[in-house]
């Protein structure tokens, strides 16, 4: 799978979200540019859509985000 900056993310999470009829903010011309070349979203009369390639990569990487434990860091208590 090909490694996504968080603006490419954004834009593939609000392609779905307007394919599932939500509204959705502005999404980024060279974002849906790059998903496209990478066949993630497709560029029809009414815009950008996400494909199911798109699908399955959004699917796939959330799913990979929460199986990714956080880590905290820890500051030790100072000793007296």
Do not use: C
């Not at 903010?25 to 560029?43: K, M, N, P, Q």
């Amino acid at each position: 799978m090909t490694e996504l900056t968080d603006d490419q993310v954004h834009a593939l999470r609000n392609l779905a979200r307007k394919q599932a009829g939500e509204d959705v903010d502005w999404i980024s011309i060279s974002s849906a540019r790059v998903l496209t070349d990478l066949g993630y979203a497709e560029r029809t009369a009414g815009g950008w859509i996400i494909s199911p390639l798109g699908s399955a990569t959004l699917s796939a990487t959330d799913h990979q985000l929460r199986q990714t434990p956080s880590v905290q860091k820890l500051h030790p208590t100072p000793k007296s």
